[in-house]
């Protein structure tokens, strides 16, 4: 042995080792780690400021209106007979309220574009979905949200009825002559021509939302908190019906209150559901049961109803929209709605 060597041969040290326990040949071999997966890319920023967008949409809002307008001008010119003469279908309001139906696939098939090529996100982040607990929670606000419309409109009504007679009075003479007979150019049943008055507001009141509490609040919450965009894109809504007739400066500020009312719908409920049928059945309703202008328009209605007095306290000729009543009932239900929804961001 040479010297310094260790006395235990490397045979008996491999000798004294344990020996590991043999694996069966069935048994799976231990997993491979997982391989670590990248990280997204970043969502697309939009592109321009949100104001610049919401005013482009605007714009291409207004010229499809434009060229919608003159397609039926022109097709009533050509067409001629009872139903497009003067004092017929072209010259009513029901004629503005089919324009803008009729614009509602355009637009929305702008709305595409627009959202594909300046926003970058998804078309359902407009609110065009169902509300938060799906389509049984829809039906629940298919429900309610005509009623708190209803409710809100006879709070105004009887507030009107108890005040003294020279501040506000209110008219009622019966069912309507035009609503027994119909109007000149409607040769079917007068109770359907208020179905499909019914679905236009709904309609109309939809397109409306989905420009408005859609695209441009949607847009503007890019760079402001819900509440500031909310108020932005109401102020917004009030300028659309600036050339309204009779409008005034307490019916433009009754409706920045009910845009942020809306806002409010869209934000608890993360859809354009509830907004939508709470601003169709709120224009429905004043214009064609109660029977009084409705943003200064008067339809075809049920009732005659005229409502006197001071013109602040009733609307006069603008409608219950032009009320400092509703101001006040409507200041109130935009505080009920907006406690604790600032602080929240819906995508």
């Not at 997966?37 to 969502?43: D, I, L, R, S, T």
């Not at 919401?54 to 003159?70: C, E, I, R, T």
């Not at 019914?198 to 009141?205: E, P, R, S």
Request: net charge neutral; aromatic share 8%; proline share 9%.
């Amino acid at each position: 042995m040479a010297a310094g060597q260790d006395p235990t041969s490397t045979e008996d040290r491999a000798l004294e080792e344990p020996l590991s326990p043999p694996r069966d040949a069935a048994e799976p071999a231990p997993p491979l780690p997982a391989p670590v997966e990248p990280p997204p890319p970043p969502a697309p920023r939009p592109r321009f400021h949100p104001l610049v967008r919401s005013a482009l949409f605007l714009v291409a809002y207004l010229v499809v209106q434009v060229v919608l307008g003159v397609a039926i001008a022109l097709f009533a010119q050509a067409a001629g007979g009872d139903l497009f003469k003067e004092g017929g279908f072209t010259s009513s309001s029901e004629i503005q309220l089919l324009g803008i139906v009729l614009a509602a696939p355009f637009v929305v098939a702008m709305t595409f574009v627009f959202v594909w090529a300046l926003d970058r996100r998804p078309i359902g982040s407009l609110g065009a979905r169902w509300p938060e607990g799906g389509p049984r929670k829809a039906l629940v606000q298919a429900v309610t949200a005509p009623l708190a419309t209803l409710a809100l409109l006879g709070s105004w009504l009887a507030v009107i009825l108890l005040l003294p007679a020279t501040l506000a009075e209110v008219g009622f003479g019966g069912v309507s002559g035009s609503f027994e007979t119909g109007p000149a150019w409607w040769p079917l049943a007068p109770s359907l021509l208020l179905g499909l008055l019914l679905l236009g507001f709904l309609i109309q009141g939809g397109l409306e939302e989905w420009i408005v509490r859609g695209y441009i609040y949607r847009a503007l919450k890019d760079r402001w908190r819900p509440w500031v965009a909310a108020l932005a894109s109401s102020v917004l809504f009030a300028l659309m019906h600036l050339l309204n007739p009779d409008v005034s400066a307490v019916a433009l500020g009754n409706i920045v209150i009910a845009g942020m009312i809306l806002a409010a719908l869209v934000e608890k409920s993360g859809s354009l559901w509830s907004a939508t049928l709470a601003h169709g059945v709120w224009n429905f309703a004043v214009a064609c049961l109660l029977s009084v202008p409705v943003s200064g328009v008067r339809m075809f209605h049920l009732f005659d109803v005229s409502i006197g007095g001071r013109e602040l306290v009733t609307g006069g000729l603008f409608g219950p929209e032009g009320s400092l009543v509703l101001t006040a009932l409507g200041l109130l239900l935009t505080a009920w709605l907006w406690r604790g929804l600032p602080a929240r961001v819906r995508e």
